[in-house]
Every structure is written in structure tokens, then in C-alpha cells.
């Protein structure tokens, strides 16, 4: 099974996840970082803080599918519950 490991593998999340505003529909493994996302394009260079994977595991286990993501990939799903659509980032860029 995959999974995240330890649970407080550093990520970056946007303000509106932090918030419980909204819900992960985006993941990015660029560079070696792990940035989860609402999929929103109305983020600020402020909006980013960094937690412990393991708290959105938490509200979302469904996260852990995404836990094999190569480097410089992403994984996009249109909600919880839908599949992940994985997509090499310079390939998504362009």
C-alpha cells in the first residue's frame, strides 16, 4: 500500500488548505518538495505554509495515493474521490 512516510515529511500547502477552506485537487513533486494545493490560480507568493504531511493525511487519506509520485510530476484530480491524473510538470508547463 502506499503511503507517506514519516507523517512529518515536510510540505508545502496553499492558506486555503491550511484554512479548511478548500480541499487538495493538486499535487507537486518539484525538486524533491512536496506542494499540495487547491488547484486555485489565486495564490500570493505569502500564501504558502509548511506542515506535516501527516495533518492532511489526516482530513484526506485518500492523499496517500499520490505517495509514489515521481520527482518533477504532478497529479491533479476535479475532486475527492476522482482519479488522479499524473502529468510530468515541464510537460504541463507548456
Known amino acids: 500500500m502506499k503511503t507517506f512516510k514519516?507523517?512529518?515529511l515536510k510540505s508545502y500547502i496553499c492558506s486555503h488548505?491550511?484554512?479548511r477552506e478548500r480541499t487538495v485537487?493538486?499535487?507537486s513533486h518539484?525538486?524533491?518538495d512536496w506542494i499540495f494545493t487547491c488547484g486555485g490560480a489565486d495564490?500570493?507568493?505569502d500564501d504558502w505554509k509548511v506542515v506535516g504531511v501527516g495533518h492532511l493525511l489526516s482530513e484526506d487519506p485518500t492523499l496517500n495515493d499520490c505517495a509514489d509520485l515521481e520527482i518533477?510530476?504532478?497529479a491533479e484530480r476535479s475532486g475527492i474521490g476522482q482519479p488522479w491524473i499524473r502529468t510530468?510538470?515541464?510537460e504541463s508547463n507548456c
Open 25 to 27: 485537487l493538486l499535487v
Open 6 to 8: 514519516p507523517n512529518n
Open 88 to 90: 510530468a510538470i515541464n
Open 43 to 45: 495564490h500570493t507568493d
Open 72 to 74: 518533477d510530476y504532478e
Open 30 to 32: 518539484e525538486d524533491g
Open 17 to 19: 488548505l491550511f484554512m
